[in-house]
């Protein structure tokens, strides 16, 4: 069964300090793999995209990496900020695209 | 710009009532789709329209239908609410359904039934 996996499930951290969220998939066949930002009461925003040839990309604060090999994501938050607070949701893409298959998510807490 | 909006933001359906979730996008978005969202789950696909006048199932689709008769409209429609259907409902919009399409999210609404 396709399936996203994503841990922790849930992170409190001080603000200022780094934080890493990881996404396992089993998901096939791969075509691209998002991360979304949701804020509590709104919905998902793009933050990145990966590609399968794609290991690094980063979004100001946000790095993401992509292992295809191993089928692992993860995303990097440096310096975090208060505004970070929300959870942040692995999407695995497949095929022409039309297939998208979510993580349930890691809500992160950023607190001083 | 308006994006994608949904109304209501709140609703509270009683067993067996009927009610339609309203979506619109300004971006000319063909693909749209609609999305529950309920704790511990990811979000999963309910239906889907890649152009007005075409709509599918998605993974969820039993007790919901939708229609597209113009591009920036995709209603969803519960057709006797359970209270299974408590969740919270997210449309979204996409300029194709191509793979590096970036999809856009309304802020939800969120239904309770009792």
């Known amino acids: 069964k396709n399936q996203v996996e994503q841990s922790p499930q849930s992170l409190i951290i001080l603000e200022g300090k780094n934080c890493t969220l990881q996404c396992n998939y089993t998901v096939s066949p791969f075509s691209n793999l998002r991360w979304y930002k949701q804020d509590t009461g709104r919905g998902p925003v793009s933050l990145t995209i990966?590609?399968?040839?794609?290991n690094t990309k980063s979004n100001g604060r946000y790095t993401a990496t992509l292992d295809a090999d191993t089928k692992q994501s993860s995303l990097h938050i440096t310096a975090s900020q208060l505004s970070d607070s929300a959870s942040y949701i692995c999407v695995v893409i497949t095929g022409g695209g039309n297939k998208l298959t979510f993580g349930t998510g890691t809500q992160l807490k950023v607190e001083l | 710009n308006a994006g994608v909006t949904q109304t209501p933001k709140f609703q509270v359906l009683k067993t067996g009532q009927s009610m339609t979730l309203q979506c619109a996008q300004d971006?000319?978005?063909?693909?749209m789709s609609w999305y529950r969202q309920d704790p511990g789950m990811g979000l999963r696909l309910i239906h889907y329209?890649?152009?007005?006048?075409?709509?599918d199932q998605g993974e969820v689709p039993n007790g919901y239908n939708v229609s597209r008769s113009t591009t920036e409209d995709f209603p969803l429609r519960l057709l006797s609410a359970a209270p299974s259907q408590t969740s919270v409902y997210f449309c979204?919009?996409?300029?194709?359904?191509?793979?590096?399409?970036?999809?856009?999210f309304g802020q939800g609404t969120r239904l309770t039934v009792v």
């Open positions: 990966m590609t399968f040839s794609e």
């Open positions: 329209s890649v152009g007005a006048g075409i709509t």
């Open positions: 971006m000319n978005h063909e693909y």
């Open positions: 979204a919009s996409s300029y194709s359904e191509g793979a590096g399409t970036e999809a856009f």
